[in-house]
């Protein structure tokens, strides 16, 4: 049985049928998805290790760190996306 497939995919198509063929194109499409997860994957290991140096000195330090946690969110909702495979 597959998983299911997060309800944002689909929320704006209102019509039965074109909501179904877009699921079965997104379920279908595991290739290239497949490579954007790895790639989001990725960028979120370096912004993780990114988190880990604080400089001694940088008053910016935690403007910088919010903007990588925040970039770190949008990549783990966008990843919650493709857990259906």
Known sequence: M???L???WTKAVKDPEKKKSLE???RNSTTVLGQLKIL???EDK???NS???APDKDPSW???MAHISGQRLQIK???DLLSFF
């Open 62 to 64: 935690a403007l910088t």
């Open 6 to 8: 997060a309800t944002a």
């Open 46 to 48: 370096i912004l993780s």
């Open 24 to 26: 079965e194109l997104i």
């Open 40 to 42: 989001l994957e990725e």
């Open 77 to 79: 909702k966008t990843l």
């Open 2 to 4: 597959s998983k299911a």
């Open 51 to 53: 988190q880990l140096h």
